[in-house]
């Protein structure tokens, strides 16, 4: 059974950084490519950033390229996206998810991001 739960979420003012971890169960992680999601109020869940299973390739919505950063430790069984130079519409629920097998069947349950202008 994948577990995945998100941390590491709050409010911070604009131009200011957090760090958002996504910590999973199983041995799955390991294989598997990772992504991060966000969900604002009134809008569709929206893709953020995925990395691949070794960590050696990345992809960025043009909306966070530059500024926000996916990596993972798999020792750790850990996935984690920092965020530099937040934006107040960079405020949403951020989840995590897991793609073991080409697409994202794996869900964690979300960690709220508030900037303030």
């Known amino acids: 059974q994948v577990q995945l739960v998100e941390s590491g979420g709050g409010l911070v003012q604009a131009g200011g950084s957090l760090r958002l971890s996504c910590a999973a169960s199983?041995?799955?992680?390991?294989?598997?490519?990772m992504g991060w999601f966000r969900q604002a109020p009134g809008k569709e869940r929206e893709f953020v950033a995925r990395?691949?299973?070794?960590?050696?390739?990345?992809y960025y919505a043009d909306s966070v390229k530059g500024r926000f950063t996916i990596s993972r430790d798999n020792a750790k069984n850990t996935l984690y996206l920092q965020m530099n130079s937040l934006k107040p519409e960079d405020t949403a629920v951020y989840y995590c998810?897991?793609?073991?097998?080409?697409?994202?069947?794996?869900w964690g349950q979300g960690t709220q991001v508030t900037v303030s202008s």
């Open positions: 998810a897991m793609a073991p097998r080409g697409t994202y069947d794996y």
């Open positions: 199983g041995r799955t992680f390991r294989s598997s490519v």
């Open positions: 990395i691949s299973w070794s960590g050696g390739s990345t």
